[in-house]
């Protein structure tokens, strides 16, 4: 019997490895897109239902440590460098930029608009992520190339798309359908989720544009530390760290009521849970698989899945509406997060060719030359955690 199923499990085994990995890595990053698009969701029934926006990223930020620690401990004994008093300092940094910052932004932007917009604005941090490195010099722009064009032609439809979002409304153009909103009627749990009344739209944007801007200034000044420190969970775990002691030193100027950090119902717990191991701990191993198969760029392409996922959930569970300045802020979002990742795609291109060339045009001269190809930095970094 034992012999059978090990038998069975192996031939399973097997079977599983005939997958294409192409194909593995769709599925993981459709299953991430729903992950993410689940959080914007969770999030916002959160905070509907109540929950301290210092107290939420806290319980975050303690369940994606926890959940880290073990592997990086386990997984990252021979890559991880000793810790010194500048990588302290650098990660403590880092975390009030990629957490601290990041995170509250993001959860005060998105209380006072909903999840499909927070979910399209995002869409703009691989071009915002662009231009902070250009003016860095980290990333270089060729004007006189097509590549070049085409990722400032991205970047300025991004910030155009986040400007259309930020300043016009304008009329609703769907409506949950009847239907939608008998189903929400007849369950307590969902019209209580509900989407909240009586926010400052525009002022819920601006903390949006300032979640991207610090997600993405986290992602051009972690780079130069991996390449120092290149153990990434424990890279991350240390920010987390960080990020909890910064937001418990916020809490104890802005949150003194202590009813503030109990959890009220199982709603509640389900959505720190679903935060804490779902969108940050299981999410962010399962990009980094994705972005060492199958590249940033390819991971980055995914993006706007996200936010129609979340559409879809948010209408069904919230009963979102629609508007027309937000449609149209999207879809320009959407359309200059291709071109950049055109402009990055045909600039690797650009980098390859120049470095087949140039071997082939020193034979004469060396009859054994030793060449070094050089390959731009991709645009996102190795290591990358979505809210």
Known sequence: M???AAGGGSALGRR?????????????????????????????AALNMGISKIVFPVYRNILAFLLLLPFAYFLEKKERPPISWNFVIQF?????????????????????????????????VPAITFLLAAILRIEKVRLDRKDGISKVAGTLLC??????????NGPVIYSPTPRVQSVRAASPMLLALGDAKGKNWTLGCIFLIGHCLSWSGWLVLQAPILKKYPARLSFTSYQCFFGVIQFLVIAAFLERDPQAWLVHSGGELFSVFY??????????????WCI??????????YQPVQTLVVAIMASLALGEEFYLGGIIGAVLIITGLYFVLWGKSEERKFAQKAAIQSPAEQVSSRPTPHIKSSITQPLLSQSTENV
């Open 159 to 168: 910030v155009a798309g986040a400007s259309v979002i930020t300043l016009y």
């Open 2 to 4: 034992a012999d059978a």
């Open 275 to 288: 935060a804490g191991v779902v969108a940050s701990g299981i999410a962010f191993a399962v990009q980094i």
């Open 16 to 44: 599983l490895c005939f997958i294409p990995e192409k194909f593995q890595l769709h599925l993981a990053m459709l299953a991430l897109q729903f992950g993410y698009a689940g959080f914007h969701v969770v999030s916002r």
């Open 92 to 124: 403590f940094l880092l975390a009030i930029v990629g957490i601290t910052a990041n995170q509250g932004f993001y959860l005060l932007g998105l209380d006072n608009t909903s999840p499909t917009f927070a979910s399209a604005i995002q869409n703009s």
């Open 292 to 301: 060492d198969r199958g590249g940033p760029v390819f991971v980055a392409v």
